[in-house]
Nanobody, 125 residues
Framework: QVHLVESGGGLVQAGGSLRLSCTAS????????MGWFRQAPGKDREFVAA????????TYADSVKGRFTIYRDNFNNKVYLQMNNLKLEDTAVYYC??????????????????WGQGTQVTISS
């Protein structure tokens, strides 16, 4: 139903910043919980951040708290992940995800039904 496409990934030096975008189509996301996950080579997909449908509440993984910010623009059907003070361990494929039935913040990948294709973020020293 809803299609998600991430963009904004790339190569950046440690300490730098990057903003990822997630553009939704097919459905309005105003009633969707939106989240960001990442997966490094050889590791499971891990939670990064989530924001409620209204944008009123957010939650973050401890590893990114204070450095990353998730926010949404429901009018333009977009969700963003602003990443500051990037570290080598942030290197991963980053995925945007959506869940239409969530009434609370979700931090587990299998709680989301819709996923983008991912965008590569590589941090260099």
């Amino acid at each position: 139903q809803v299609h998600l496409v991430e963009s904004g990934g790339g190569l950046v030096q440690a300490g730098g910043s990057l903003r990822l975008s997630c553009t939704a189509s097919g459905r309005a996301i105003s009633d969707y919980l939106m989240g960001w996950f990442r997966q490094a080579p050889g590791k499971d997909r891990e939670f990064v951040a989530a924001v409620t449908s209204s944008g009123s509440s957010t939650t973050y993984a401890d590893s990114v708290k204070g450095r990353f910010t998730i926010y949404r623009d429901n009018f333009n059907n977009k969700v963003y992940l602003q990443m500051n003070n990037l570290k080598l361990e942030d290197t991963a494929v980053y995925y945007c995800a959506a869940e239409s039935t969530a009434w609370t913040l979700k931090r587990v990948a299998n709680e989301y039904h819709y996923w983008g294709q991912g965008t590569q973020v590589t941090i260099s020293s």
